[in-house]
């Protein structure tokens, strides 16, 4: 077996590391497959000076090539004896790998670098450091090709400490030379340190890893919750829906069978009057027959002898005309069903309100924090238009009822339910929910709002003015100060003041804040509480002041 592996190493190619082929032998006795020496020379083309692959030895010109006539026949022979090529033998270094510094000639893998020696060992070599005393000390590790970086430029000896001052590997003389005077450790030392602060980092790691190991399983169980209690919401909806469904078929199918029975009634009494009238008819003409027969009797005495015998009509059972109401049978059911319809669908569309509103404050995590920047706002940004069936009648909108301003007469607008009667204020047609953000350009006294729909608007009663409620927040803004306001408390608000306010909501996590807009955004003043309704944007308008909701931009 080993003569075998000794012939498959003699007659191998050195480059491609099968038999040879078309074997050539260079002058410094090594051979090659024709191709493989022919490439590798053509590589080296450019530099005008060629070299063998496994001694290095230089040649100049480049050699001309003859085949081995003498080792071609004996690799012919071999292959005819069953000697086939020799495999690519992982003990072998590779370009990838890490060579044995102390193999000649074809170089092994190898398996450990010594950080004492600096230098690398196949199994063969690196027996020594296992057998020899003095070598058993030295720092064996992974084979490595950067060892050469552990020997100092300068002063070519092994970089055995370290400059904390300039942080950085040094050796001995570099400590008591260019490094003289610096805080200067082993590196063993500096190396132990940053262990200790490795393994830390690593503890610090490892415990996040599991901290967030934790939290994805609270988030999975939350997830899992979530699917559970939606599942079971929309089947309960769906049943309660069925039940109000049922309920209104039910109240449609007793309409409709109480109409129907009610109908059966009518008619009846109607058909029985008919009838007793038509028999009626038929009995008066008979009568009429009897006396238009006795009218044409000519003898007198006959005439006069019957006439008397002849029964006089029955008095009608019935008035001598029947009453009719109006032509309104059953008309004003409907309009009673139509009136129950616009009352659901009234009912509807608040409660409806409610449940959105209810649904959207459903949140397992923590809101987004508030943006820092004024771009972080305006990524939030909607826009507001007032409502023309709200704003109070001293008051005209503009710009597409995004501006509101004071004018000093009434201006007569038809009345409405929702319209404020006694505050010049307006509030937006939108509803807001989740996070949104708006600015007011305002002049003169103003106070920018939100308010619950449910706020009140009639009358001049502290109910219905922003800020002096529990319903509605307010920022007062003039020339001089800002201030908020509510439920009738008011805190001054120190800060230079703005023509322009921000305004940013965060419904689901109850945040409220208002901001003074400028080249910089200035935090005013922010609420946090737990809103209950929808908000609307609203704005209260003093003497001779204006408001507009800008644009998103």
Not at 23 to 36: E, F
Request: with cysteine; proline share 4%; net charge negative.
């Amino acid at each position: 077996m080993e003569q075998n592996q000794l012939d498959r190493e003699t007659f191998s190619c050195l480059i491609c590391l099968d038999l040879l082929k078309d074997p050539v032998t260079t002058s410094c006795g090594h051979s090659y497959c024709m191709n493989c020496i022919t490439k590798h020379w053509d590589e080296e083309d450019h530099k005008r000076i060629h070299s063998c692959p496994q001694c290095r030895e230089t040649f100049i010109p480049r050699p001309i090539l003859k085949k081995n006539t003498i080792l071609a026949a004996l690799v012919e022979q071999l292959k005819k004896t069953g000697l086939q090529a020799a495999p690519a033998d992982l003990h072998y270094a590779g370009p990838e790998d890490v060579a044995c510094d102390s193999c000649t000639g074809r170089k092994l893998k190898a398996i450990k670098s010594c950080l004492v020696c600096l230098a690398s060992f196949c199994e063969k070599h690196l027996q020594p450091h296992y057998d020899v005393a003095p070598l058993r000390k030295h720092k064996l590790v992974e084979p490595s090709k950067n060892l050469q970086k552990n020997i100092c430029s300068r002063h070519d000896d092994v970089m055995k400490m370290f400059c904390r001052t300039d942080q950085k590997c040094i050796c001995y003389l570099c400590s008591v030379d260019e490094h003289k005077g610096h805080n200067t450790v082993s590196a063993a030392a500096e190396r132990a340190e940053r262990q200790r602060e490795l393994e830390e980092r690593r503890g610090n790691i490892q415990q996040r890893i599991q901290d967030r190991e934790e939290d994805v399983k609270l988030l999975q169980q939350e997830v899992e919750a979530i699917n559970r209690s939606a599942d079971k919401t929309v089947e309960d909806s769906e049943k309660i829906f069925t039940k109000l469904i049922h309920l209104l078929q039910k109240r449609s199918s007793e309409v409709k069978q109480q109409i129907r029975s009610q109908q059966e009634t009518e008619v009846s009494r109607v058909k029985d009057v008919q009838e007793k009238l038509e028999q009626e008819i038929t009995e008066l003409k008979r009568k009429d027959a009897e006396l238009e027969q006795l009218s044409h009797t000519e003898d007198h005495n006959q005439f006069l002898l019957n006439y008397p015998l002849l029964p006089a009509p029955r008095e009608s059972t019935h008035s001598s005309s029947i009453n009719i109401r109006p032509l309104r049978h059953f008309e004003d059911v409907t309009a009673a069903v139509s009136e129950l319809r616009d009352k659901l669908q009234d009912v509807l569309r608040d409660s409806w309100t409610d449940i959105s509103l209810i649904v959207t404050e459903v949140d397992v995590l923590l809101s987004e924090p508030e943006p820092k920047s004024r771009a972080g706002f305006l990524r939030y940004s909607c826009e507001i238009t007032l409502d023309p069936n709200i704003v109070n009648t001293w008051l005209v909108l503009s710009e597409e009822n995004r501006k509101v301003t004071w004018m000093n007469q009434d201006q007569f607008y038809s009345s409405h339910p929702d319209r404020f009667t006694g505050w010049s204020q307006v509030l937006s047609r939108e509803s807001l929910t989740g996070r949104c953000y708006w600015e007011v350009e305002w002049r003169g006294r103003v106070y920018v709002s939100v308010a619950y729909k449910s706020i009140s608007r009639a009358g001049s009663g502290y109910e219905c003015l922003f800020g002096f409620n529990d319903k509605s927040w307010a920022l007062f803004c003039s020339q001089n100060s800002f201030s908020f306001g509510h439920n009738s408390i008011w805190t001054p608000i120190s800060a230079p003041v703005s023509s322009r306010v921000g305004v940013y909501l965060d419904h689901t996590a109850g945040i409220l804040s208002f901001y003074s807009v400028s080249e910089t955004m200035t935090l005013l003043h922010r609420v946090q509480t737990r809103f209950t309704e929808p908000l609307l944007a609203g704005v209260f308008i003093g003497y001779e002041a204006s408001a507009e909701f800008c644009k998103p931009k």
